[in-house]
């Protein structure tokens, strides 16, 4: 079993950036699928990005070319660096992990408790 935590979230301004950080414990960090989520209000919960244990990555169509996620073994951490931001993007952001990218947001993976995004002038 693994737990997580995410921190990292604020109130950031149109085209600003934000730097979201989520913390494991309890598993062995290096063998996991991580992935970022987001939920809008009244909207679905979305995968934003996701990387493998062998740290390969994809992003929804809509993160292209301004997110970027990644993972440090060492420091059992994944990050979701996130650039010119627009208020669309305005979201709780939740980090997820499975043995398998497969397994992602299913009964079989593990949810932090999110982190509030909000972006507005």
């Known amino acids: 079993q693994v737990q997580l935590m995410e921190s990292g979230g604020g109130l950031v301004q149109p085209g600003g950036s934000l730097r979201l950080s989520c913390a494991a414990s309890?598993?062995?960090?290096?063998?996991?699928?991580m992935g970022w989520y987001r939920q809008a209000p009244g909207k679905q919960r979305e995968l934003v990005a996701g990387?493998?244990?062998?740290?390969?990555?994809n992003y929804a169509d809509s993160a292209k070319g301004r997110f970027t996620i990644s993972r440090d073994n060492a420091k059992e951490t994944v990050y979701l660096q996130m650039n010119s931001l627009k208020p669309e993007d305005t979201a709780v952001y939740y980090c997820?992990?499975?043995?398998?990218?497969?397994?992602?947001?299913?009964?079989?993976?593990?949810w932090g408790q999110g982190t509030q995004v909000t972006v507005s002038s």
């Open positions: 997820n992990a499975a043995l398998k990218l497969d397994l992602l947001g299913t009964d079989f993976a593990s």
């Open positions: 309890g598993s062995i960090f290096r063998l996991y699928a």
């Open positions: 990387i493998t244990s062998g740290a390969r990555t």
